[in-house]
C-alpha cells in the first residue's frame, strides 16, 4: 500500500509564548520554536503501522519553505521512507483551499491508495483533508481513530463523534483520511534517529514542478484573506490572584469555602 | 441581499442547539438576509426537525430518503451540491459533522471556505468579514472572502447567542426528489457508544482537572492528593488520555464527558474550546496555569499564574490542615 501522509511545521504551543509583531498582522515569528503539528505524528505513526502489516511505502509531504525540511526528517527517522518538500514564493500566503491545491498535484504525480492528514493543525481549521479529497474526487473521513484494511480494496473506519462515540464506516480505496490523536502512540525519536536520516535526499518541487499556475495559490489565488491578529477582549475575564503562593492560597481558600469547593 | 441557507443537525428529530444560533449568526451577515433552514433525514424524525423549524425559519427545505437516515457527510454533501443555488452562503456547526461536510462542500460549489466561526462583523458589498481563533485560541483574526458566488462558513457551537421562542411561521418544502444520487463510497457501519469507567465524574460537585501542564504520568499523584483533600475527583482534558495517563471516561470535553461540577479546578490546562464544551452549568472556575497568556484566564473566575506542580501539594497541605 502506498500512503501519503501531510504534514505542517507549527509554532509549537507549549514552548512558546507567542507575541505580535509590530505591524499587528502576523506573531513576531523570530526565534519561535516550531515542531510537527501534533495530530500529523498520529497520521505518520498509523501510516507506518499499516506499511508494517501489509507492505508498501510511507511518503510525508509538506508545503512549506527550506525549514520545514526539519519536519520531513523527523516523520522519517520515525520510519517514513520518503519525504517530499513543496516549496515556492508563489505558496506564500496560501488559504487552505490553496494548500489543498498544491497537495493534490503531488497526489497526482504518484499512485497513492491511501492520503492521510491530521485532523486540524495550528489555525483550527480542519479543512485541507477534506478539500484534497473533494478537489481528487475520492472519498473522505474526518477524525479518524481506527484503521483496519480488508481485502478488496476497502477499509473500515472509525470516526470519533460528539462524546466519544466512535462511527464505524466501510470506505472504497483510494480516499483520503483526517486522522485524530489517540488513535495510536506515536514512537518516539532519538537524536540517533534523526542523525540517520540526517543526509537523505529530500526532492524539493516547486510550483512549475507541479504544474501549478502561480496566481492560483498563494496571496494571488486564495479567496480567503486573513487580516491580523489579535487579542480578543472577552469582557472581565479572570480575577487574578496576586502575591506570595501562600497569600494565593489563603484567598483561594476563601473563595473555594464559599463556592462549596471544599466538601 | 444574502441567501443564507443553515444545515440543522438533530439526533432523532430534535434540533441540536447550533440551529438556534445560526438565527442570530446569520444576522449578523445581513439582518435582512432570507434565511432558509435545511433538514436531511428520513421518515418521523425527518418531519419532526423539519417541523420544529418552521417556528425559527420561513422556509424549511427537507431531503429524505433512506440513505439519508444516518447524518452521513459523504450522502448529504452529495444532495447539497444539487440543491443548493450556486450563490448560497452555506451554514453548518463546527463540529465532528461539519468537520466531515463543509470543507468538500466548499471544494464542490467552488465557494471560500472559513470554519470555526467564532464571530461575523457582516458583509460589506459581497465581502463577508468573521472572526476565528488561531493556536488553540491565544489569537483571534479576522478573516474575510468575497461570497459573490456564495461561501460556506461553520459557526463554532455555543459561539452566538440561541434565538428565543420563534413565531416564523415558516413552510417545509420539500426537495428529496431533487437531491440526485446518493451513492456514495464511504457507507455508515454502526455508532459504539463510549466505555463506561470507573469513576463517573459527571457526578462530582468538584473537579481537579488536569492537563497537559502535569508533564508526566507520575506527576498525576499530585493531583489525586489535592483532589482527595478537597473531597474532589480527578478530571483531565484530551492529551491526557491520548497518553493513557486517565481513563477515557475522565476526559472532559466535546469528545469526552459533559460535567456541571460547582467547582472546576483546571490545572495546566490552556482552556482550547473543545475542553470548555464540556463544562456546562457555569461553575466556579479556578485555572492555574504557569502562562500568564493562556486562553483559560479569559474565560475562568479566579486566575493563578503558577506551577501546578509546585501549587498542587501547597495547596493540599494547606486544605488538609482546615
Ligand atoms: C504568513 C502567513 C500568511 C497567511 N495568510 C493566510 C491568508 O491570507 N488566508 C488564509 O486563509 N490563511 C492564511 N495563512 C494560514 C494558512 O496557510 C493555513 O496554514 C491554512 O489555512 C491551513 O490551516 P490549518 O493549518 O489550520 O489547516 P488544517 O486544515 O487544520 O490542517 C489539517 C491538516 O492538513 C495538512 N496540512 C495543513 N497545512 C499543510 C501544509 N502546509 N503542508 C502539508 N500539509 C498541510 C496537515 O496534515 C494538517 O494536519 C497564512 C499563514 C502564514 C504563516
Ligand atoms: C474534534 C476534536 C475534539 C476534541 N475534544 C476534546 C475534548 O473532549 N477534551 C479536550 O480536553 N480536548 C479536546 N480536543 C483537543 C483540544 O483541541 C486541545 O488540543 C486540548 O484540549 C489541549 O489540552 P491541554 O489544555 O491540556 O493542553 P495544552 O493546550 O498543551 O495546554 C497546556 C497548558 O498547560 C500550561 N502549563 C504547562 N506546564 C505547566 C506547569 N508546570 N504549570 C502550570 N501550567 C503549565 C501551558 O501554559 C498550557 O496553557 C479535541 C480536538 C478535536 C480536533
Given at each position: 500500500?502506498?500512503?501519503?501522509?501531510c504534514?505542517?511545521?507549527?509554532?509549537d504551543?507549549?514552548?512558546?509564548?507567542?507575541e505580535?509583531n509590530?505591524?499587528?498582522?502576523?506573531l513576531d515569528?523570530?526565534?519561535?520554536?516550531?515542531?510537527v503539528?501534533?495530530?500529523?505524528n498520529?497520521a505518520v505513526?498509523?501510516a507506518?503501522?499499516?506499511?508494517?502489516?501489509?507492505g508498501?511505502n510511507?511518503?510525508?509531504?509538506?508545503?512549506g519553505?527550506?525549514?520545514?525540511?526539519?519536519?520531513?526528517?523527523?516523520?522519517?527517522?520515525?520510519?517514513?521512507?520518503?519525504?517530499?518538500?513543496l516549496?515556492?514564493?508563489a505558496?506564500?500566503?496560501s488559504d487552505?483551499?490553496?494548500?489543498?491545491?498544491i497537495?493534490?498535484?503531488?497526489?497526482?504525480?504518484?499512485a497513492y491508495?491511501?492520503i492521510?492528514t491530521?485532523a486540524?493543525?495550528?489555525?483550527g481549521a480542519?479543512?485541507?483533508g477534506g478539500?484534497?479529497a473533494?478537489?481528487?474526487d475520492m472519498?473522505?473521513?474526518?477524525?479518524?481513530?481506527?484503521?483496519?484494511?480488508?481485502?478488496?480494496?476497502?477499509?473500515k473506519?472509525?470516526?470519533e463523534i460528539e462524546g466519544?462515540?466512535?462511527?464505524?464506516?466501510?470506505i472504497?480505496?483510494?480516499c483520503?483520511?483526517?486522522?485524530q490523536?489517540?488513535?495510536n502512540e506515536?514512537?518516539?525519536?532519538?537524536?540517533?534517529?534523526?542523525?540517520?536520516?540526517?543526509?537523505v535526499e529530500i526532492?524539493?518541487k516547486?510550483?512549475?514542478d507541479?504544474?501549478?499556475?502561480?496566481?492560483?495559490?498563494?496571496?494571488k489565488?486564495s479567496k480567503?484573506?486573513r487580516?491580523?491578529y489579535?487579542?480578543?477582549?472577552?469582557?472581565?475575564g479572570?480575577?487574578?490572584?496576586?502575591?506570595?503562593?501562600?497569600e494565593?492560597i489563603?484567598?483561594?481558600?476563601e473563595?473555594?469555602?464559599?463556592?462549596g469547593?471544599?466538601? | 441581499?444574502?441567501?443564507i441557507?443553515?444545515?440543522?443537525?438533530?439526533?432523532?428529530?430534535?434540533?441540536e442547539?447550533v440551529?438556534y444560533?445560526?438565527i442570530?449568526?446569520?444576522?449578523?451577515i445581513?439582518p435582512n438576509?432570507?434565511?432558509?433552514?435545511i433538514?436531511t433525514?428520513?421518515g418521523?424524525a425527518l418531519?419532526?426537525?423539519?417541523?420544529?423549524?418552521?417556528?425559527?425559519?420561513k422556509?424549511v427545505i427537507?431531503?429524505g430518503?433512506?440513505?439519508?437516515a444516518?447524518?452521513?457527510?459523504?450522502?448529504i454533501?452529495?444532495a447539497?451540491?444539487?440543491?443548493l443555488?450556486?450563490d448560497?452562503?452555506?451554514m453548518?456547526p463546527h463540529?465532528?459533522?461539519?468537520?466531515d461536510l463543509?470543507?468538500?462542500?466548499?471544494v464542490?460549489?467552488?465557494?471560500p471556505?472559513?470554519s470555526?466561526?467564532?464571530?461575523?462583523?457582516g458583509?460589506?458589498?459581497?465581502?463577508?468579514?468573521?472572526?476565528r481563533e488561531v493556536?488553540?485560541?491565544?489569537f483571534s483574526?479576522?478573516?474575510?472572502?468575497?461570497?459573490?458566488?456564495?461561501?460556506?462558513?461553520?459557526i463554532?457551537p455555543?459561539?452566538?447567542?440561541?434565538?428565543?421562542?420563534?413565531?416564523?411561521g415558516?413552510?417545509?418544502?420539500d426537495k428529496s426528489?431533487?437531491?440526485?444520487d446518493?451513492t456514495a463510497?464511504r457507507?455508515?457501519?454502526e455508532v459504539l457508544?463510549a466505555?463506561?469507567?470507573?469513576?463517573?465524574?459527571?457526578?462530582?460537585?468538584?473537579?481537579v482537572?488536569v492537563?497537559?501542564?502535569i508533564?508526566?504520568?507520575?506527576?498525576?499523584e499530585?493531583?489525586?492528593?489535592?483532589?482527595?483533600?478537597?473531597g474532589?475527583?480527578v478530571?483531565?482534558?484530551r492529551p491526557?488520555?491520548?497518553?493513557?495517563?486517565?481513563?477515557?471516561?475522565?476526559?472532559?470535553?466535546?469528545?469526552?464527558?459533559?460535567?456541571?461540577p460547582?467547582?472546576?479546578?483546571?490545572m495546566?490546562?490552556?482552556?482550547s474550546?473543545?475542553?470548555?464544551?464540556?463544562?456546562?452549568?457555569?461553575p466556579?472556575?479556578?485555572?492555574v496555569?504557569?502562562?500568564?497568556k493562556?486562553p483559560?484566564?479569559?474565560?475562568?473566575?479566579v486566575?493563578?499564574?503558577?506551577d501546578?506542580?509546585?501549587f498542587m501539594?501547597?495547596?493540599?497541605?494547606?486544605?488538609?490542615?482546615?
Open positions: 500500500m502506498e500512503i501519503l501522509v504534514v505542517k511545521r507549527v509554532p504551543t507549549a514552548e512558546n509564548e507567542f505580535l509590530s505591524e499587528g498582522n502576523d515569528r523570530d526565534d519561535l520554536v516550531y515542531s503539528n501534533e495530530w500529523d498520529y505513526e498509523e507506518i503501522q499499516i506499511v508494517d502489516k501489509v508498501g510511507v511518503t510525508v509531504v509538506t508545503v519553505d527550506d525549514e520545514s525540511e526539519e519536519v520531513l526528517r523527523r516523520e522519517m527517522a520515525m520510519g517514513a521512507n520518503n519525504g517530499v518538500l516549496s515556492d514564493d505558496f506564500e500566503g487552505c483551499r490553496s494548500i489543498a491545491a497537495l493534490k498535484a503531488e497526489v497526482e504525480s504518484g491508495d491511501l492521510m491530521g486540524q493543525a495550528d489555525d480542519a479543512e485541507v478539500m484534497l473533494a478537489m481528487l472519498p473522505y473521513a474526518s477524525l479518524v481513530n481506527e484503521i483496519e484494511i480488508r481485502d478488496g480494496g476497502k477499509i473506519a472509525g470516526r466519544g462515540n466512535q462511527e464505524m464506516n466501510e472504497e480505496l483510494p483520503v483520511l483526517s486522522i490523536t489517540g488513535i506515536p514512537r518516539y525519536v532519538g537524536i540517533r534517529g534523526i542523525r540517520k536520516v540526517a543526509k526532492p524539493t516547486s510550483a512549475s507541479l504544474g501549478i499556475e502561480e496566481n492560483s495559490v498563494g496571496e489565488g480567503v484573506k487580516l491580523d489579535f487579542v480578543p477582549d472577552l469582557g472581565e479572570a480575577e487574578m490572584l496576586e502575591g506570595s503562593t501562600d494565593i489563603e484567598k483561594l481558600i473563595k473555594l469555602k464559599s463556592k469547593g471544599l466538601g | 441581499m444574502a441567501r441557507f443553515a444545515y440543522i443537525p438533530h439526533k432523532e428529530g430534535a434540533a442547539d440551529a444560533e445560526y442570530t449568526a446569520a444576522a449578523k445581513d438576509a432570507q434565511v432558509t433552514a433538514v433525514g428520513h418521523d418531519d419532526k426537525a423539519a417541523g420544529e423549524m418552521t417556528a425559527y425559519f422556509e427537507k431531503i430518503g433512506e440513505e439519508l444516518y447524518p452521513n457527510a459523504e450522502v454533501r452529495k447539497l451540491v444539487n440543491i443555488p450556486a448560497a452562503v452555506f453548518g463540529n465532528t459533522f461539519g468537520m463543509a470543507p468538500g462542500l466548499s464542490k460549489l467552488d465557494s471556505s472559513v470555526d466561526v467564532v464571530d461575523i462583523e458583509m460589506d458589498g459581497s465581502t463577508l468579514k468573521v472572526v493556536l488553540g485560541g491565544q483574526t479576522h478573516v474575510t472572502c468575497d461570497a459573490a458566488n456564495g461561501a460556506v462558513i461553520t463554532r455555543g459561539a452566538f447567542e440561541p434565538a428565543e421562542s420563534g413565531s416564523a415558516g413552510e417545509v418544502v426528489g431533487d437531491a440526485g446518493l463510497k457507507r455508515f457501519l457508544e466505555e463506561i469507567g470507573e469513576v463517573d465524574i459527571t457526578k462530582s460537585d468538584v473537579l482537572s492537563g497537559r501542564g508533564e508526566e504520568e507520575e506527576n498525576i499530585i493531583a489525586q492528593e489535592l483532589a482527595e483533600a478537597m474532589a475527583v478530571s483531565c482534558s491526557i488520555v491520548d497518553a493513557h495517563w486517565l481513563e477515557k471516561s475522565r476526559q472532559v470535553g466535546t469528545s469526552g464527558q459533559t460535567v456541571k460547582k467547582v472546576y479546578m483546571a495546566g490546562i490552556s482552556g474550546f473543545q475542553h470548555m464544551g464540556g463544562i456546562k452549568g457555569k466556579f472556575i479556578v485555572a496555569n504557569k502562562n500568564p493562556a483559560i484566564f479569559q474565560v475562568a473566575d486566575g493563578i499564574v503558577e501546578i506542580l509546585e501539594p501547597e495547596l493540599a497541605e494547606k486544605v488538609k490542615e482546615l
